[in-house]
């Protein structure tokens, strides 16, 4: 079993947020990263605006995301798409912490992704490609 754990006592202050980057992780071969996010009452992140494509995944709590100047709540169970290239960030007007979870990717992560994919293919022990047989 593989767990990859969150250290909240040590989290990185990042883009104006506290944050693990928990992808990529050395087991999952994955087309995308992510980091999990902390954003503390009356704090907000940096503006940001870039070529990957990113989703967000609210956890915890709950704060205001300005997405291209055109702001809404975010609060746990919500999920934000953000196209390329799209100006983003997120406010904590609230008194508790928010978190969430990013998720970004590009046709650069998915092509080293189908490479990693196509020689672990490769690699694989004949005997493992083999369906099973019951007696």
Do not use: K
């Not at 990185?12 to 995308?32: D, I």
Request: net charge negative; hydrophobic share 35%; proline share 7%.
């Amino acid at each position: 079993m593989n767990v990859q754990t969150l250290d909240r006592d040590h989290l990185h202050h990042e883009s104006g947020v506290q944050t693990q980057r928990l992808c990529p992780w050395p087991v999952l071969n994955a087309p995308f990263e992510g980091s999990w996010f902390v954003v503390h009452p009356g704090t907000a992140s940096d503006p940001d605006r870039h070529h990957d494509y990113e989703m967000w995944i609210a956890i915890r709590g709950e704060a205001l995301i300005d997405v291209d100047g055109e702001r809404r709540r975010f609060a746990a169970g919500d999920i934000l798409y953000l196209p390329p290239y799209t100006g983003h960030r997120v406010f904590n007007d609230g008194d508790r912490d928010f978190e969430m979870y990013g998720v970004w990717w590009d046709p650069d992560l998915a092509g080293r992704f189908s490479e990693r994919h196509e020689r672990e293919q490769n690699e694989a022990p004949v005997a493992a490609l083999q369906p099973e047989t019951t007696a």
